[in-house]
Nanobody, 123 residues
Framework: QVQLVESGGGLVQAGGSLRLSCAAS????????MAWFRQAPGKEREFVAA????????DYADSVKGRFTISRDNVKKMVYLRMNSLKPEDTAVYYC????????????????WGQGTQVTVSS
């Protein structure tokens, strides 16, 4: 059984920074790509960033490129999202997710999700 638990959300002023963490339990964490998604009120969930199973490849939504950095620690079974230069439009619930198939690059389906952590950016 895989469990994903996010933390690190909060209230921050525009221009500020936050680091989200995702703690994973279960076997074979290091074999799966991981990603962050977000969902703002009244909007559909959207992709934010992904990191491959090895950590050697990353992918970002255009809206966060240059501001957010995804990383992982396979020994600690952790995934991180460093968010800099935050904007009010980054306000959303952020979810950690695991890719469905092993050894991927994070570009396909995701089957395990955390409960989410709220990020609120004030103007």
């Amino acid at each position: 059984q895989v469990q994903l638990v996010e933390s690190g959300g909060g209230l921050v002023q525009a221009g500020g920074s936050l680091r989200l963490s995702c703690a994973a339990s279960g076997r074979s964490f290091s074999s799966y790509a991981m990603a962050w998604f977000r969902q703002a009120p009244g909007k559909e969930r959207e992709f934010v960033a992904a990191v491959s199973w090895s950590g050697g490849s990353t992918d970002y939504a255009d809206s966060v490129k240059g501001r957010f950095t995804i990383s992982r620690d396979n020994v600690k079974k952790m995934v991180y999202l460093r968010m800099n230069s935050l904007k009010p439009e980054d306000t959303a619930v952020y979810y950690c997710a695991r890719e469905k198939v092993p050894l991927g690059l994070g570009k396909s389906e995701y089957d395990y999700w955390g409960q989410g952590t709220q990020v609120t950016v004030s103007s």
